[in-house]
């Protein structure tokens, strides 16, 4: 991949660097099975006559010498959590990362 040859070509860029790969759209193709719904009857479950519930899980992959490899974290997280990840880590080194928007 041109990006992980770009990273790896100068191993002190790669060794300080997180490669976060985060699927916009599930397609349907990660999960073997529908996703997890609400009991019928959940109060504040049911949109427009459809059991909302948790949606399809959007797959991530974090590529970086910090890494476990071949490791899977099976915590609920959404499209915000890259996000939320990079707020901690930037205030923990001092720079936070805040958006006046």
């Known amino acids: 991949h041109p990006v992980m040859d770009a990273l790896q ?4 860029r790669f060794n300080s660097t997180v490669l976060l ?3 916009d759209e599930h397609d349907g193709f990660v999960d073997r ?3 997890p719904a609400a009991p019928p009857g959940t109060r504040g ?3 427009s006559n459809t ?3 948790l ?6 992959i974090a590529i970086s010498p910090w890494t476990r490899g ?3 974290n099976s915590e609920t997280f959404d499209h915000t959590s890259v996000l939320r990840f990079m ?3 930037t205030a923990a080194l001092g720079t936070p990362a805040n958006c006046v928007n």
């Open 33 to 35: 099975g529908p996703p």
């Open 9 to 12: 070509a100068e191993p002190g």
């Open 21 to 23: 790969r985060e699927h």
């Open 87 to 89: 707020e901690v880590w």
């Open 45 to 47: 479950e049911v949109y």
């Open 51 to 53: 059991n909302s519930g």
């Open 70 to 72: 071949g490791w899977v």
């Open 55 to 60: 949606g399809f899980r959007v797959p991530l």
